[in-house]
């Protein structure tokens, strides 16, 4: 049969057989795209090239999206991986996966370790058909899986109907940086359809059929069913039977009904049962829908498998084709279909299934004003919510608008679509529903309550102005509860910390502080405590906002957060804030969310450039990318790639800096105020790298304000405010270089003791006041920084002003060093500059141009990082492994991988393994 059905289709094959023999030999993962109208053999084509893959020495596995089946999260993708011989998932490696359906990205990680492991071995076929039903998490994890296992011997063959929908779902699928081949099937010739008449039929058609055979329009499943008899002369009277454009043949459909229903049969009537239960289905299940005993429906049964349309799978029956299970489906009238689905959500809650399992016929089946309907399908989104918050809007948004406009419980439901909304990422559409739900005139606690709700993703957003403005105005209103007060304060206190008056966040914030305790609400105590420690930041205070943060670990538990982990940072205790990271990373592994992820990269990829591992702080900001991209964050996107133009910009590459920025404003949001700030700073110090001072300059602005303005223009810490004085004296601005000084000893005189700090106020005022002595004091207390940029370029400074003043050998000896330390950090660009001034005084040294560039290929090119992760690799370990040994996250290990790749010229783990043993 499968032969038969294939006629025709040898191309086709041909071309997947050598997508298996070019992942095999490679050792490279491949994804194979098989499109096509209903019934033209997609199917066929998976099974023959499964059959091949596995006489092929491959580990194939097969999963199948199924209609009814998009609200299970990651349903086909896991039948697939349980269903190899040997599971390519192991028990153990299922019991992982479960807890982890809430935990996308951490749940993909969870997946690729078996995957990559058995990989080494064998290569592996992954195939899921009728990808165009596919679940949100499935295709979420078909988007991520194929990229960060590019260097397997992995094939991902997905097979979906050709539709402008499921093109574009496909689009957002399909990995833009690997090998993606592309089938679309086309109707069989008139010859291949007189050869599949052949087969079956054991002699040549006649002229009659040949006519016959041209009314299928070339699609194999009519041209089976014709052949097998389904398709009657009667069908055909008055004009041919097609299968061009969308949907089930009309003719087919009544050909169907009269041969398979009658007063002796009613295979029909069970097809049209089933069809609403779904491809596959119990007849239990079917016998409850058409209201008769199972016993009843078994001859109908015998039928329906006699005559081909459906299977037996044990347990359950399946139709044959999904066109069969169409043709019956829309031979329902719309009202027919309706009260089934109804009944068929009845039949299931009844018998123990869940919400979830109901959910779809209540989609379907559900009149306005069915308050049964919405409460299943509230718990159905509450449930798939962790997991799946994209189909739980589908779910609780579906349920909201079921329910009358006057209908009281309407309020209640309206206020779990703006947390599902929340919890989705999609923040307008939470505030677009909380406001049409305010517009309603809920009671004064139920606005309020509201309003609430959307603190956590205005805060999220820099939104800070549209986060006062609504606390403020549920606090206003009479009637609230006490408990509800206090967390508006709190939250009022929180929108008011990164705002020009830290002062009068701090008293909002003891307010809601006492508030709270009064109260007992835990969460407006803790929600008080970050507002306390994100006004004390803001203010440059950072001891205290350690000490507020930390007394909020204090209540939850767990490690540290971004805030508290920053706070460190800047209080020049970089160890303790790298080893917070690595514990808030792993304890997002096992506890945490996906929407974390990108946090703690980013602040990572931030301490390890403060801390000068700047190859360090490349992949991490490259990871970051590529996680934005992911979970299409762009601001995280955005301070990824602004954090990657400063590294550009250290290394003297203007072109790459500017390609950089433009990524930057290419994704900067107008909402994102925080990531359009560190996009800022980095277009300042672009300008004036390439020797627009002034405009540099102006775009500072009224940066040196304050703490506050510093961190809202440029999203700068202290740290860089010695580089803002020296850009506003290039730009002949005196003005605001002096603003800079007099706030970096602001920073200093609320930290004490703090190096960088002190060092950082020392420097900044000597650039001003043109103090060579002064310069030399902060190079002597910067030696204790733990920020090396920030030492290196005080000496730089001071060795310039040594020159200027007429001290020619104690500046060549100054400049000497900061040489010595910008070469080491890598900051090639900045070390070319002060070459370019040694120079300029007459000095002259061997190692210059020895030293100051590393290759762009080849194994010399690798960073110290990047060759312990090609060594690890090329032992067998995957990159969970090599993550957990040089304790990264295995994102980042993909990234160095792909740099990697690029630089020494392959493609694959094997060839890389090949690469690092010829080098002994």
Known sequence: MTQTLLRGRSAEVEKALRVLEETASTGRSTVLVVSGEAGLGKTALLESVRAQAERNGFTACVGKAEELDRISP??????????????????????????????????????????????????????????????????????????????????????????????????????????????????LSPTAMRELAADRLGTEPGPRLTRLLEGTAGNPFLVTELLDGVLSEEMVEGGDVTASGPGVPTKLRTALRRRLSGPHKDVWSLLQAGSVLGGTFSIDDAAALRRVRVSDLLPSLHGALAEGMLVDTGLHVAFRHDLIREAAYEDLTPTARRVLHRAAAEHLLATGRTAVDAAHHLMAGAPAGDREAADVLRRAAAEVAPQSPATAVSLITHAYNLLPRRDPLRLEVGQEVVDIFVRARRVQDAIFTADELLRTSPDAETAARIHSRLARPLW???????????????????????????????????????????????????????????????????????????????????????DCFQQVRAVHGGPPQAAELLALALLDRYDEARDGLTRSRQEAEEHGGTWEVPAFGWWEAAIDLAAGRMEDAEAGARTIVRLAEDLQEYGYRVQAYALLARIALLRGDLRQAEEYMTQATRWTRSEVRLASAQATLAHVLWLDAGGDAEGAARLLGAAADSPAALARHTGAGYADLPEVVRIALRGKDTELAR?????????????????????????????????????????????????LLSRASAAEDHGRALVAHGRRDQGVAELDRAWDAYVALGATGEARRVQR????????????????????????????????????????????????????????????????????????????????????
């Open 739 to 787: 603003r800079a000084a007099l706030l970096a000893q602001q920073y200093a005189d609320r930290n004490p003791g703090v190096a960088t700090a002190t060092g950082g106020a020392l420097h900044a005022r000597a650039l001003v006041d043109d103090d060579v002595d002064l310069l030399g004091e902060a190079v002597g207390v910067l030696r204790a920084s733990p920020r």
């Open 460 to 546: 999220d957003l820099g939104l800070d102005d549209r986060l006062l403005a609504r606390v403020t105005q549920a606090l206003e209103l009479d009637g609230i509860s006490p408990q509800v007060r206090a967390l508006l304060l709190a939250q009022r206190a929180l929108a008011m910390s990164r705002s020009d008056d830290p002062d009068a966040a701090v008293n909002t914030a003891h307010a809601a502080l006492a508030d709270a305790d009064e109260v007992g609400d835990g969460n407006a105590r803790t929600t008080a405590l970050r507002a306390l420690g994100h006004a004390a930041a803001t203010d440059g205070r950072y001891g205290d906002a350690l």
């Open 837 to 920: 001034h040694l120079q300029s005084t007459g000095a002259r040294r061997r190692r210059w141009m020895a030293t100051s560039r590393r290759p762009s290929t080849g194994w010399d090119a690798l960073t110290d990082t990047e060759r312990r992760v090609a060594s690890l690799v090329a032992e067998g370990r995957t990159n969970r492994d090599v993550a957990q040994t040089l304790s990264l996250s295995p994102n980042t290990i993909g990234t160095h991988l792909r740099s990697i790749f690029g630089k020494l010229g392959v493609n694959s783990r094997v060839q890389l393994t090949r690469e690092v043993l010829s080098r002994g």
């Open 74 to 187: 990651m349903a086909p993708l896991l039948l697939a991986l349980r269903g190899g011989h040997p599971p390519l998932l192991s028990e153990g490696d299922r019991a992982a996966v479960g807890p982890l359906l809430d935990q996308q990205l951490w749940l993909v990680d969870r997946i690729a370790a078996p995957l990559e492991e058995r990989s080494q071995r064998t290569p592996i076929l992954i195939a899921i058909d009728d990808v165009q039903w596919a679940d949100p998490l499935t295709l979420f994890a078909l988007r991520l899986l194929p990229p960060r296992l590019a260097a397997s011997p992995i094939v991902w063959l997905l097979t979906a109907r050709d539709t402008p929908a499921t093109s574009t779902e496909l689009s957002q699928v399909i990995p833009r940086d690997m090998p993606v081949h592309q089938i679309t099937l086309q109707p």
